[in-house]
């Protein structure tokens, strides 16, 4: 269960560490609007709207990543298969981050569904 509970926790970071590259896009927009940062960050374009998207992304994925995670904690149905699916999610979610920054909508929309996946049949080893 150690390592489910790392995953998790990585999940629960990634929204906060994809922060980063929004702050960097932000600033480079003419400096980081800390009294209107959602405005400014509507108007960002390429890279900055990208690291947005990636940033608001993770925290969508962490809902159902968490749930399905804490249900199989719940349920004592923690297994090798969700631990395994956890560590691929993880990963499909960090690749997720990366392609977005970087702009390869085919690999990044792939690392997303294999993020999903995973999520629903960890999920699903509750049953």
Not at 11 to 24: D, F, I, Q, R, S
Not at 27 to 48: S, V
Not at 54 to 74: D, W
Not at 101 to 107: F, S, V
Request: aromatic content about 10%.
């Amino acid at each position: 269960m150690t390592i489910l509970l790392i995953c998790l926790f990585i999940a629960m970071l990634l929204p906060y560490l994809t922060k980063g590259p929004v702050a960097v896009a932000m600033a480079k927009a003419g400096g980081y609007d800390n009294a209107h940062p959602r405005a400014q960050q509507a108007k960002l374009a390429g890279f900055g709207a990208r690291a947005v998207a990636g940033h608001q992304n993770a925290f969508e994925s962490l809902l159902i990543f968490g749930l399905a995670v804490l249900t199989v904690i719940a349920t004592d149905s923690v297994n090798d298969t969700a631990v395994m699916l956890a560590v691929i999610h993880v990963v499909a979610r960090i690749a997720y981050q990366v392609l977005y920054l970087i702009d390869k909508g085919t690999l990044r929309s792939l690392s997303w569904f294999v993020a999903v996946i995973c999520s629903f049949a960890i999920f699903c080893q509750a049953f």
